[in-house]
Each structure stands twice: as structure tokens, then as C-alpha cells.
């Protein structure tokens, strides 16, 4: 097929949508049903994602797959530039008028949980998603 429109790249702080509870409902039963032993969900707090997010030029956060210090699987995460760089240092002016090197943010610690048996739940419970299975 003939591109005739423009390719035209998205700016990296533009990535992410909405896309409404039926449709995350829906993805979420999906992978839980290929997946019933994986970890259902992990969870970062605001303080760390804002300290992330404060670094000069940071347009997101990159989430990386790994495994913790105990063998268990979790997230590291770092901010990225505008240019989908990581953040592993920058450079700011101290209280002196010094310009100095600061080490960027690099983040663990999620909370995470497993997937519940499959089967039906008898009250959905809004903030645990595990009840999209049944």
C-alpha cells in the first residue's frame, strides 16, 4: 500500500491513551487467562513517579522487566528524555552557581499481586482487577 499521508512522530511525553474500562477489562481477562500464574499487577507510588518526572527534559518512564534481589519478577524504572533517552544523569546548578552532575532516577520496589484462582468472583472489587477473570 502507497503511504501517501506524512509520517509524523508522536512526541514520547504523547504516549498512552485512555482507553476506557471495557477495552482494559477485556486485555487484562485476556492475558490473566494465557497467564493464570504470572503476577497480575504491580504497583508504583505517586511520590516515586513524580520525583521521576521532575528530572530535567523527562518525558516518561521506561519500564524494564526484571527480577529483584529474592528471584521474583518486578519492574526497574527510569525517566526518559525527549528523545527516548534515559535519564542516568544530568546536569543542574548547585545553591553556589556550580554546574554539577546528578545520578537520574533509577526505580524498584512495586507491590505486586498474584492472579486469583480462576473463577467467578461474587463482588467486584474496583481497585483489584482480578475480578475481571470469571
Given amino acids: 500500500m502507497l503511504q501517501t499521508q506524512p509520517l509524523t512522530k508522536k512526541p514520547l511525553a504523547d504516549v498512552g491513551e485512555e482507553i476506557g474500562l471495557e477495552l482494559g477489562v477485556q486485555m487484562v481477562k485476556d492475558f490473566q487467562v494465557v497467564n493464570p500464574t504470572e503476577t497480575a499487577f504491580f504497583i508504583v507510588g505517586r511520590n516515586i513517579i513524580d520525583q521521576i518526572l521532575a528530572q530535567p527534559d523527562c518525558a516518561g518512564i521506561k519500564f524494564l522487566s526484571a527480577y529483584n534481589e529474592m ?48 473463577g467467578p468472583k461474587s463482588i467486584p472489587d474496583a481497585d483489584d482487577w482480578s475480578w475481571v477473570i470469571g
Avoid: Q
Avoid at 528523545?83 to 546528578?102: A, H
Fill in 71 to 118: 528471584g521474583e519478577k518486578t519492574f526497574v524504572y527510569i525517566g526518559i528524555d525527549s528523545y527516548g533517552k534515559s535519564i542516568i544523569e544530568y546536569t543542574v546548578i548547585n545553591n553556589i552557581g556550580n554546574l554539577v552532575k546528578e545520578n537520574g532516577i533509577v526505580a524498584d520496589r512495586v507491590k505486586t499481586g498474584d492472579n486469583p484462582p480462576i
